[in-house]
């Protein structure tokens, strides 16, 4: 089996595939200040299988569009979405962030959490500026230095695996220099990280090894995913997911 085709089996089950809780994103959806009776037109990207698409639904009088470029995971949105009964107001899109099939100032929020490091945060801000009007929201998740100094094992991690992890002041400039102006921001507790994403991934890793007849391919992402949740427990301090919401003023 492919890596991502393992990649897919090992998360498309879960509830969310990255850091983040509910609570958190009815915290980001207050920061931001959004009325919660106003119709609002709303695009969550890298959605995965609905964690903040599906709170978005049930707390917003809200249209969401909900892109995701793994149908497997929008699939998996979907029955989500008939379960709760909220087909009226999410639709799933199977799309490319990097290539999005929208009108200029479409939307009244962009919301993006756990997501937008797979183009890059400066990219992301720059290129989808555009679909939002003005007046629009930028909600976004961003993994953040906590600390302006950190441990050099954990610095050469993540400057090969993403090497545009940055202090929260240099996102804030990046939103500023934008054409964004900055709400707010407020980092993910621990909770979001262990109980939420890494707990219930370390809990499936022997169904996933057995799923897929322990090969090789599945032992080394079991091993990689255990050697990132190594990392976040032994420097949990230095690190964490930044949310940030800005506000686009003019077109
Ligand atoms: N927002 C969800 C998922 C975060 S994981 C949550 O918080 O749980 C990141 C998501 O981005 C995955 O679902 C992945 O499939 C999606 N993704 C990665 N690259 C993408 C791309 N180029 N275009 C669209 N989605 C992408």
Known sequence: MEELELLIDLHKNAFRQGPGGDAETEMAIDLAGLN?????????????????????????????TAVDFLQDFLDVLESRTRSL???????????????LPFEDEQFDVIW?????????FNKGISDWRRYLKPGGLLV??????????????????????????????????????????????????????????????????????????NSEEAQAIVKAECHEIELYEKYKTYFS???????????
């Open 140 to 213: 976004v998740s961003e993994i953040t230095w906590t600390t302006s100094s950190r441990p050099s094992e954990l610095q050469s991690h993540w400057d090969s695996e993403y090497p545009e992890i940055g202090t929260a002041s240099s996102k804030i400039k990046a939103i500023e220099d934008n054409g964004y102006s900055p709400v707010g921001y407020f980092v993910l507790p621990e909770n979001c990280w262990l109980d939420n994403y890494y707990e219930p991934m370390r809990y499936n890793f022997q169904a996933f090894l057995n799923r897929n007849k």
């Open 112 to 120: 993006s959490e756990g997501a937008i490091y797979n183009i890059g």
């Open 241 to 251: 997911y930044g949310v940030y919401v800005a506000k686009k003023l003019f077109s």
């Open 36 to 64: 919660r009776n106003v119709p609002l037109n709303i695009l969550d990207i890298g959605c995965g299988t609905g964690a903040s698409t599906l709170i978005l639904a049930r707390v917003l009088n809200a249209k969401i």
């Open 85 to 99: 009964g909220l087909e009226e107001k999410i639709t799933p899109l199977c799309a490319s962030m990097e290539e």
